[in-house]
Nanobody, 125 residues
Framework: QVQLAESGGGLVQAGDSLRLSCAAS????????MGWFRQALGKAREFVAT????????DYADSVKGRFTISRNNAKNTVYLQMNSLKPEDTAVYYC??????????????????WGQGTQVTVSS
């Protein structure tokens, strides 16, 4: 089992930055690919970013590419999402996820067996 706990969400203004963290406990963190997803009110959950076990392979949704950066520290069992130039449309609950996906599959929820509870990010205009 892997337990995931997100932190770092909050209320910011458009153009501001936030850094989300996801701390993992349980089984070996470094064996899992990690992802960030988000769900806005009334919308389906969507892919944001993913990072491979080693951190060598990274992928982003087009909507966040160039503004968000995913990273991980396997020694600290933590994955991060640095969010810059935030926009009101980035408002959502952000979830981290862990799983065995690789390559293009890591964009999809079915590749992840472990999910955090989510952290709210609200961007005002």
């Amino acid at each position: 089992q892997v337990q995931l706990a997100e932190s770092g969400g909050g209320l910011v203004q458009a153009g501001d930055s936030l850094r989300l963290s996801c701390a993992a406990s349980g089984r070996i963190f470094s064996t899992y690919a990690m992802g960030w997803f988000r769900q806005a009110l009334g919308k389906a959950r969507e892919f944001v970013a993913t990072i491979s076990r080693s951190g060598d392979d990274i992928d982003y949704a087009d909507s966040v590419k160039g503004r968000f950066t995913i990273s991980r520290n396997n020694a600290k069992n933590t994955v991060y999402l640095q969010m810059n130039s935030l926009k009101p449309e980035d408002t959502a609950v952000y979830y981290c996820a862990g799983g065995n996906g690789h390559g293009r599959n890591s964009r999809y929820e079915y590749s992840y067996g472990y999910w955090g509870q989510g952290t709210q990010v609200t961007v005002s205009s």
